[in-house]
């Protein structure tokens, strides 16, 4: 530079450094935030996992207080239909539906693969264990677990769910 001012090759390396600058910031702004979503989402699915986990362990390890040579039946803490019948089961299809096991209302711990999904009309307050916002488009999630035979049964839990 000298006292007239700069020169033209001054001022276009000046703006390009200036747009590189600007182009990089934004850039990891974006992906901070992208990022972001993601990981709030990762911690959606673990809390819904561990929910299910903590579930599925109170089947196992209530107290059914059986009389040897004597008939009880247990009734589960979810209710199945209008009469009040009871069963240990995570199906519980209303009405109105609140959440759905996809073998039925079969006992929770049945040997097998089970998909619990949730309509999307029941509100985020509603006793599904998947968060509303996992469960509606654009994610469209599930949780689905494995149950495998053993004395106490072997489970997998998975929270699936689709990222646009």
Known sequence: MDDRGFTLVEVIVAVLLTGVIVSS???VALSSRRGGGKADRRLLGAQASKAVAATL?????ADSNLVPGGALTIHG???LNPTGVTQWSLHTPGPPAIQTDSL?????????????????????DGPCFLPRILRTAPFNGYIEYTV???SPPQVTINVVWTEP
């Open 148 to 150: 495998a035979a053993g």
């Open 25 to 27: 910031v934004y850039s």
């Open 57 to 61: 362990r109170n089947y196992v390890t």
């Open 104 to 124: 039925g209302s079969v006992w929770a711990l049945a040997t097998g693969t089970h998909r619990i999904e949730c309509p999307a009309a029941v509100g985020s």
């Open 77 to 79: 803490p979810n209710v």
